[in-house]
């Protein structure tokens, strides 16, 4: 992609800011290449297809019913391993992905670790939600310009849904003291988890179908 300063429009090799601006104004990258906008379309829709079993994967895997949960986790390796297919080819767009990606590669080493060393199990959750972060993150710096609102719905959900993973771990410490109340808190805490990914489908949906347009400048900023 191309770098353009966001004032006097100055193309340029590298950098964030503009040495002809004083370093004042910003770069952002210019999408006017059909290639990385037919890649946009191609792998984003990938996301949202795959989002669809991974919601109820992700569900199942939860429930404290052994071989559900067992078919669930089978599941989610077979979906995640064209979810980081996807992130990877995404990669050389948007640097965020690039770092989703290596987020995601650690949440799969730290959940093996685990397997064998219990607390590691920390660092898996960890790794994911960088994974969340960095992924919600380049989605919405794509759109961040092309459609700010839609830009800042991927931000609006990227809080919510840390917010429900936390509540999900302090729900689960509430449980060993009191077993009843935090089986319901958990069930609403799953809820709301469904909620957020719906949210999630309808997002990329919005986001893949913005680069089918015509327009061929679409810019999102280097943070």
Same mark, same amino acid.
């Given at each position: 992609?191309?770098?353009?300063?966001?004032?006097?429009?100055?193309?340029?090799? *590298?950098?964030?800011?503009?040495?002809?601006?004083?370093?004042?104004?910003?770069?952002?990258?210019?999408? *006017?290449?059909?290639?990385?906008?037919?890649?946009?379309? @191609?792998? &984003?829709?990938?996301?949202?297809?795959?989002?669809?079993?991974? =919601?109820?994967?992700?569900? !199942?895997? @939860?429930?404290?019913?052994?071989?559900?949960?067992?078919?669930?986790?089978?599941?989610? !390796?077979?979906?995640?391993?064209?979810?980081?297919?996807?992130?990877?080819?995404?990669?050389?767009?948007?640097?965020?992905? @690039?770092?989703?990606?290596?987020?995601? !590669?650690?949440?799969? =080493?730290?959940?093996?670790?685990?397997?064998?060393?219990?607390?590691?199990?920390?660092?898996?959750?960890?790794?994911?939600? &960088?994974?969340?972060?960095?992924?919600?993150?380049?989605?919405?710096?794509? /759109?961040?310009?092309?459609?700010?609102?839609?830009?800042?719905?991927?931000?609006?959900?990227?809080?919510?849904?840390?917010?429900?993973?936390?509540?999900?771990?302090?729900?689960?410490?509430?449980? !060993?003291? /009191?077993?009843?109340?935090?089986?319901?808190?958990?069930?609403?805490? &799953?809820?709301? /988890?469904?909620?957020?990914?719906?949210?999630?489908?309808? &997002?990329?949906?919005?986001?893949?179908?913005?680069?089918?347009?015509?327009?061929?400048?679409?810019?999102?900023?280097?943070?």
């Amino acid at each position: 992609a191309k770098m353009k300063c966001s004032s006097c429009g100055l193309n340029l090799e *590298d950098g964030t800011l503009c040495p002809v601006c004083d370093g004042k104004a910003k770069t952002h990258y210019v999408l *006017d290449d059909e290639q990385e906008r037919a890649s946009l379309r @191609r792998w &984003l829709s990938v996301m949202f297809w795959l989002s669809i079993p991974s =919601v109820f994967g992700s569900l !199942i895997s @939860r429930l404290n019913v052994p071989n559900l949960a067992l078919i669930g986790s089978i599941f989610l !390796i077979v979906v995640d391993f064209g979810f980081g297919l996807a992130l990877f080819k995404l990669s050389s767009i948007e640097i965020r992905y @690039r770092k989703a990606l290596v987020s995601y !590669i650690l949440s799969f =080493v730290a959940a093996f670790v685990a397997l064998f060393m219990p607390i590691i199990a920390l660092a898996a959750l960890a790794a994911s939600l &960088l994974t969340v972060y960095f992924e919600y993150k380049a989605n919405a710096a794509l /759109l961040e310009y092309h459609n700010p609102a839609i830009s800042e719905a991927w931000n609006r959900l990227l809080k919510w849904t840390i917010a429900i993973y936390g509540a999900m771990i302090a729900i689960l410490f509430l449980a !060993i003291f /009191l077993p009843t109340l935090g089986l319901w808190l958990y069930c609403l805490a &799953l809820v709301g /988890l469904l909620i957020a990914n719906i949210e999630k489908l309808v &997002l990329l949906s919005v986001t893949s179908s913005t680069f089918k347009q015509s327009s061929p400048t679409m810019a999102k900023e280097i943070s």
